[in-house]
């Protein structure tokens, strides 16, 4: 059974960098993006970006200047590095598996709630 | 970017009733899309890929149809656990998007 476990620090001052990072369990790396997704609180989904194994990475161009996701195989876990964050970076982050190729995330992280507030 | 517009914003409907949920892309996006069940608290689920598939463990309730811009999730006789928001998603294009989502409430 596929898991992703997400962890990360939960309050950020304005500038400062968002990390969250999300370990994978039950599966490899291979064949697969692994995305960052985030909600603001009550509005809808965005997609942030995702890496492969490769990794080759897509970021959303809205956030592309700030993000960076980079892999660590060793361990079986993928990162999300924000910077510069405001308040409008406040929202559940979650962690998500695509299969290449195809188009659902099958597996979801739990979700982060990350707030900025100075 | 595609747009996905989800209509209605919110559907109010009883247990039993039938509920039709429409997403619009702004351009083709071919069979690439998807659709996902999301309650308070949790993260979204996936109900169905590529326009017309069911994902594992989807009871038949939930039915999926269309192509190119025109889409529609429709759950047969809604069930009280049924009662959500459902989002659309895209991967015909990057960036890949959702739409706003409906909420399905009773009435």
């Known amino acids: 059974q596929v898991q992703l476990q997400q962890w990360g620090a939960g309050l950020l001052k304005p500038s400062e960098t968002l990390s969250l990072t999300c370990a994978v369990n039950g599966d490899s790396f291979s064949g697969y993006y692994w995305t960052w997704i985030r909600q603001p609180p009550g509005k809808g989904l965005e997609w942030i970006g995702e890496?492969?194994?490769?990794?080759?990475?897509n970021y959303n161009p809205s956030l592309k200047s700030r993000v960076t996701i980079s892999l660590d195989t060793s361990r079986t876990q993928f990162s999300l590095k924000l910077s510069s964050v405001t308040a409008a970076d406040t929202a559940v982050y979650y962690c998500?598996?695509?299969?290449?190729?195809?188009?659902?995330?099958?597996?979801w992280g739990q979700g982060s709630l990350v707030t900025v507030s100075s | 970017e595609i747009v996905l517009t989800q209509s209605p914003v919110t559907l109010s409907l009883f247990p039993g009733e039938r509920a039709t949920l429409s997403c619009r892309a702004s351009q083709s996006v071919s069979s690439y899309l998807a659709w996902y069940q999301q309650k308070p608290g949790q993260a979204p689920r996936l109900l169905s890929y590529d326009a017309s598939n069911r994902a594992t463990g989807i009871p038949a309730r939930f039915s999926v149809s269309g192509s190119g811009t025109d889409f529609t999730l429709t759950i047969s006789r809604l069930e009280p656990e049924d009662f959500a928001i459902y989002y659309c998603?895209?991967?015909?294009?990057?960036?890949?998007?959702f739409g706003g989502g409906t909420k399905v409430e009773i009435k």
């Open positions: 998500a598996r695509r299969r290449s190729g195809t188009t659902p995330f099958d597996y």
């Open positions: 998603q895209q991967r015909s294009n990057w960036p890949l998007t």
């Open positions: 890496i492969n194994l490769s990794g080759n990475t």
